[in-house]
């Protein structure tokens, strides 16, 4: 029996499908439409996803009182180094997913997005005095614009070129920004009121902190599939297992990864 749809929080990723949505039923199966698992990419609900995280998942509700404001952290961070480290760190997660993606693209995994992220923290700790910004949709932005400056430096290295090219910062600009609206479009809230809109931490910044908290092979097996875009195939050769346990370990991640986000809204 196919689980029925719930109402509230829905978590909407890219799956690279044929004309439906995998169909995922009790026990972690998956059953895909046959054929080339690589197939073009559409937006679909998925479908094993549409019902409540059940007791017992490792979920933590937060209520508002349990986020600060970001206005205030931005204001800290001006008034001292300690205050802009403890903002920073407030995105270790986030920039480290998009480092990540931008690393596997460009650089086939030759250098640690940690490493990546430690740079854009220097660089961003130098430069903070340009910031000015007081909204967290502004300071991601920048954000990821460091980020872009920093990959940027990498990709020359391993390219063996010292001369600055804008045009590859613009091009890192553009694929990170959109890598982060791909987490961005991950949640959908249907019942969320405006307030709640107002208060709740930007979408992308939370899926990243609720990746980050999954089990590694989670982890890594939704960052190949759903943020690199690969097809099964290729993630079953990228962590050296066959396409049926990738799938199904595809469908754990993904129902643990909306338990862990429940626990954020």
Not at 161 to 180: G, I, M, N, P, Y
Not at 209 to 225: F, G, H, K, N, T
Request: aromatic share 4%; hydrophobic share 40%.
């Amino acid at each position: 029996m196919i689980i029925p749809r719930s109402r509230g929080s829905i978590l909407h990723l890219q799956l690279r499908v044929h004309t439906a949505p995998p169909l995922i039923r009790p026990g972690a199966e998956i059953v895909e439409p046959k054929g080339d698992p690589g197939a073009t990419p559409a937006s679909v609900p998925l479908a094993g996803l549409h019902y409540p995280c059940p007791t017992g998942c490792g979920v933590v509700r937060m209520g508002p009182e349990a986020t600060p404001d970001v206005g205030q952290l931005i204001r800290a961070a001006r008034e001292s180094a300690d205050g802009l480290g403890r903002l920073l760190e407030r995105y270790r997660n986030y920039l480290t997913l998009l480092a990540r993606v931008q690393i596997g693209r460009r650089l086939r995994g030759k250098a640690d997005p940690a490493d990546l992220v430690q740079d854009t923290f220097l660089e961003a700790h130098r430069y903070f005095d340009r910031f000015q910004g007081e909204v967290e949709p502004v300071l991601l932005a920048w954000l990821r614009r460091v980020l872009a400056s920093q990959t940027a430096r990498l990709v020359r290295r391993y390219g063996g070129t010292q001369a600055r090219d804008v045009d590859l910062e613009r091009t890192l600009e553009r694929e990170l920004d959109s890598s982060s609206d791909q987490l961005d479009r991950g949640i959908v809230d249907r019942g969320e009121s405006p307030s709640g809109a107002a208060v709740r931490r930007e979408q992308a910044v939370l899926l990243a902190d609720a990746l980050a908290r999954l089990q590694p092979d989670y982890r890594e097996v939704i960052v190949l599939r759903q943020m690199e875009g690969l097809s099964f195939d290729e993630v079953a050769g990228r962590m050296g297992r066959s396409v049926d346990a990738v799938q199904k370990l595809w469908v754990r991640g993904l129902y643990q990864l909306r338990c862990s986000v429940e626990g954020q809204q």
